[in-house]
């Protein structure tokens, strides 16, 4: 990110398998919430072929809102064994701007992010993750913010 210009801080903040307390010490340490940080999650739509999702961990993707933000009828979630052979990035690791930069997938950040300070994304390896604006990683990744989530009331 920095030939782009995206300010970012580089953390080692791994809570994949790890206890609740574990994380609270984690979060602590880089004084973050876990809903700053969010996951990137790959879906395939009917009319485009892979998406991208970036919304807060704590949080479900709705389907249906993601295949209306982006121009699908439906989208389905990429199956865990073809994540890296469509993405380059395993389980975890996904990383917004390697996606852009080597498949120029669609990326949609969800609405929360759009006001954000700073969110949390993974930086493309297990354990490894960004400190970033997301506006700037928006503006780098030509994601459009839409409202991703699912609610109780979908």
Known sequence: ??????????????????TDEEITQLLD?????????????????????????VLPITQHLS???????SHNKKVKMIPMKELEKTTGYIHG???????????????????TAQNADYII???GELGQSDKVNPQQMATLVQADF?????????
């Not at 880089?30 to 700053?36: L, R």
């Not at 839409?146 to 979908?154: G, I």
């Open 93 to 111: 690791a996904n990383n917004p701007v390697g996606i852009w930069q080597n498949k120029k997938f669609p990326i949609y950040f969800d609405m």
């Open 29 to 53: 340490h880089f004084q973050v919430k876990k809903s700053d940080i969010y996951k990137t999650l790959a879906a395939h739509g009917d009319k485009t072929g892979p998406v991208v999702a």
């Open 121 to 123: 994304v993974s930086a």
């Open 63 to 69: 389907t249906k809102k993601l295949a209306s933000a």
């Open 146 to 154: 839409a409202d991703l989530l699912e609610h109780n009331d979908d």
């Open 1 to 18: 990110m920095d030939a782009h210009q995206v300010n970012y801080e580089h953390l080692e903040l791994n809570i994949l398998d790890k």
